[in-house]
């Protein structure tokens, strides 16, 4: 019911910026955390950028300074400013939520989005 649809990957060179956007669609009641994670061939899938069920931002080490997240509750949707990009930061970028789906639930479950990719040449 619920669906996480990333937009505004593409091939930038090092140095440009790009930013990412996620929508949360259907079935929701409350979105408890929402953010960002990459993976790179033959990488692990990590953590990119997040706010967490408090409202606090969390960052990867390597994009900070770099990266910021950004939320529009009205809309459902979170934001990845990336600045400064490096060919390093090239991967798929997944959105990712915490969602209550109905009224008086107290736990969430988790829900992906398919991806973006992000491409940074040299």
């Known amino acids: 019911q619920v669906q996480l649809i990333e937009s505004g990957g593409g091939l930038v060179q090092a140095g440009g910026s790009l930013r990412l956007s996620c929508t949360a669609s259907?079935?929701?009641?409350?979105?408890?955390?929402m953010g960002w994670y990459r993976q790179a061939p033959g990488k692990r899938r990590e953590l990119v950028a997040r706010?967490?069920?408090?409202?606090?931002?969390d960052y990867a080490d390597s994009v900070k300074g770099r990266f910021t997240i950004s939320r529009d509750n009205a809309k459902n949707t979170v934001y990845l400013q990336m600045n400064s990009l490096k060919p390093e930061d090239t991967a798929v970028y997944y959105c990712n939520a915490d969602i209550i789906t109905l009224p008086g639930g107290y736990y969430g479950m988790n829900y992906w989005g398919k991806g973006t990719l992000v491409t940074v040449s040299s």
């Open positions: 706010f967490s069920s408090g409202g606090s931002t």
């Open positions: 259907g079935s929701i009641f409350n979105i408890n955390a």
